[in-house]
């Protein structure tokens, strides 16, 4: 049965904060399961966090109803409670469907890439820039703007579309050396097929750099620079990692206010970003927000995992999350395991097969089995786990020769184990289970630096891990349906922080990709009056 569709609305400041407190409070009773991680799932019996009708219910459900719970799908003969509790998070999520692109701008137009400008790109990404260079351009030419900066441009493939597709100036960013050297050499083949294609005339001349903004000011500053002198035609490279905004061009210090490389006269802004990582996207809208000559702002972010939020006490709280001054007087705290729960997509749970979604259950059952054997066996520090890259929080030894490379290699580690793992689940091959939690076992330890011992009780761990099994898959399910409402919240957060800035700027969240394609969608699109 499919639940309730969203009944908030964002288009106002009052109606934007109306939403995100109404979502604060629909999660004030589920922190628990919101700051719960699932590698605890059987050293902190997390199963006991959820109703018990609904932990009952669920665990005789199918697998291809658990991958639409997500999603908020409810089946009849559920509990109440149950069915309630997932038609009210529904109604208080973003519709993510993907909207029409003539909402935007009645004259947009969505066209191909040649084969020439989508090389490398995989099908999410050539989807993805396609349709954000259809909208930047949009809205350059609404805004009488003269110049794109691409913020966290990576391997250049948005500013190439806009450049060499749309014939628009940009200036791409990135804070890797590697992705400019990259999108520099990427960007020569591309315009040696256009000059020879249009007679050797390319008007189009364009600058990517590296640069690290760790700082709205940062940006401002680049952006302010870049309309202040002429004549300079050069491409230039340097990495810097000066939050005060060094950014990485020869002989210009942004800080102090002096120029950066102008090649097309004076002019306003763009900023666009495709998945601007963590705080940069937060720092684009800053920017925009303090930058007069931005006159727009086509952002879509990703990794709020990666978002700070521990910094509200700084002076001028210039954290990533929250932003909006209502969300900082706000009690709302989200931490990182809830920010990592935002990353999911239930419309990419909803497509997996059943075997995929068994194997990844098993996957969970088996890494929080070893976090048993972590917490029981290995005294001197305890041990966070986020995704497949280990965290060590050490208690009373200070493992200083434990290198990052240690850590790496357990990863590639727990990669093989977990597909081992998944291929003896898929054939049925129950009785190898716990050789292969034996072999992770002592692979992990030994890349932890611990002498496995005969003396460890593996079988034990593993028997008592395997009672409560089945119910993993309901559990990770059930919080993976609040990932959506998380998203909302930090959006709608980003939202508001814009139209606090009063009547003269017109901001707006819209689905542009297609989310089973592209899970983070949204994109915030912003215009000076």
Known sequence: MASRRCTYSCETMAQTLEWMNAIAEFIRPYRAILDAH????????????????????????SVANLLKLPSSCTQDYWPASLKLFLYDLRSLVLPREQELLDKISPNLHVSSLSTVLSQGMNLKKKHEVEILSAVVSSIVHESGAGKIIDVGS????????????????????????????VTNARAERIKKHYSAKL????????????????????????????????NTKESAERSSTSDRG???????????????????????????????????????????????????IVGVGCCY???????????????GFPISNAAKLSSLILGKNARDLACQSAERWRTLTEDAALQNFDVHAF????????????????????????????????????????????????????????????????????FLFEEFCKSGLSRLGCVFSEDMDLLGIWNHAQS????????????????????????LDRLLFLQEQGNSIEASLFPIFNPTLSPRNMAIIARRK
């Open 38 to 61: 699932v590698v605890n799932f059987f050293k902190e019996r997390l199963w006991e966090l959820v109703d018990e009708q609904w932990m009952d219910c669920l665990r005789k459900e």
């Open 154 to 181: 990576g391997q250049g493939y948005l500013a190439q579309a806009l450049s060499f597709h749309y014939q628009l100036p940009v200036i791409a960013i990135d804070a890797s050396l590697h992705h400019a050297n």
């Open 468 to 491: 409560y099994s089945e119910l993993i898959g309901p559990f990770w399910s059930l919080r993976a349906a609040l990932g959506p409402l998380v998203e909302t919240y930090i959006l």
């Open 199 to 230: 007679c050797n005339i390319f008007p189009i001349s364009n600058l990517f750099f590296t640069c690290h903004i760790l700082s709205s000011e940062a940006l401002t500053a680049l952006s302010s620079a870049s309309l202040r002198e002429n």
């Open 305 to 319: 995992n990666l978002l700070s939020e521990d910094c509200l006490e700084r002076a001028g709280g210039s954290c």
């Open 246 to 296: 060094d950014c990485g061009i020869p002989e210009i210090d942004i800080a102090e206010g002096k120029s950066l490389s102008n090649l097309y006269g004076n002019s306003f802004l763009v900023l666009a970003g495709l998945h601007a990582c963590g705080d940069l996207s937060v720092n684009m809208l800053r920017t925009f927000v303090d930058c007069k000559q931005v006159r727009a």
């Open 367 to 434: 890494r929080a089995a070893f976090q048993l054997v972590v917490f029981l066996y290995v005294k001197n520090f305890g041990l966070v786990v986020s995704s497949n890259v280990l965290f060590l929080c050490f208690s009373y030894v200070v493992f200083s020769n434990f290198a990052i490379d240690d850590i790496r290699g357990f990863s590639s580690e727990l990669g093989k184990s977990s597909h081992n793992l998944a291929s003896g689940c898929q054939d049925g091959q129950n009785s190898n289970k716990y």
